[in-house]
């Protein structure tokens, strides 16, 4: 199993581009989230899914888009980068969205993006 | 608001001392409470999980306790290694409608020779 893979792992945008962020696992994983992490401040949840075709937003929704096709990918599109958005993204996966009981979540290595 | 605080920001020791962390909550309804460890330049990985009810678990070198009274935990790292060198991150989940996970923006420890 390759767990959580996401490319690319660097990323340089101008303002105004835009550009999407690819999320896959392996586990079968009904529930994914993507998370930006900046210096000193906790993981900002963006989006979510619950299943394939299945979205909602997060804490930070504003300036990027989601969608669920397959169960295994979920891609995040940046729709007018701005240098806000400098920022290392994380992908997840979890079995379930309730994470009571001791589910564990799983995350990608990350990508590096900034924007300038 | 719920918030999860932790304590130090920063910590330096050497190789095969002990540590502590600290990580205060106040998030209501609690569910669980999470320690992850995330390498620079890393994902985080899930160290302990722990429920209302528990008050201590461990995960090898690592002891994670809860005071669900106090809504306090803290990371305990025994004879430390510099593979030990990472951000340690606290995350308590609410036990609401999406069982919301609140995290905390993590302790930095080095580990020097």
């Known amino acids: 199993n390759a767990g959580v893979t996401q490319t690319p792992k660097f990323q340089v945008l101008k303002t105004g581009q835009s550009m999407t962020l690819q999320c896959a696992q392996d586990?079968?994983?009904?529930?994914m989230s993507w998370y930006r992490q900046d210096p000193g401040m906790g993981l900002r949840l963006i989006h979510y899914?619950?299943?394939?075709?299945?979205?909602d937003q997060g804490e930070v929704p504003n300036g990027y888009n989601v969608s669920r096709s397959t169960t295994e990918d979920f891609p995040l599109r940046l729709l007018s980068a701005a240098p806000s958005q400098t920022s290392v993204y994380f992908c997840a996966s979890s079995p379930t969205l309730f994470l009571a009981g001791g589910k564990e979540q799983y995350f990608g290595p990350g990508t590096r993006l900034t924007v300038t | 608001k719920n918030q999860v605080e932790q304590s130090p920001q920063s910590l330096i020791i050497l190789e095969g001392k002990n540590c502590t962390l600290q990580?205060?909550?106040?998030?209501?309804?609690?569910?669980?409470l999470r320690w992850y460890k995330q390498d620079t330049g890393r994902g985080p990985v899930s160290l302990t999980i722990m429920t209302f009810s528990e008050n201590t678990k461990s995960n090898g070198r690592y002891t994670a306790t809860l005071d669900a009274d106090t809504k306090q935990s803290s990371l305990h790292i025994t004879a430390s290694q510099l593979s030990d060198s990472a951000s340690y991150i606290c995350v308590v989940s609410a036990r609401d409608s999406n069982y919301q996970l609140i995290w905390g923006a993590g302790t930095k420890l080095i580990i020097k020779p």
């Open positions: 990580c205060n909550y106040t998030v209501s309804p609690f569910s669980n």
């Open positions: 586990m079968n994983h009904e529930y």
């Open positions: 899914s619950v299943g394939a075709g299945i979205t």
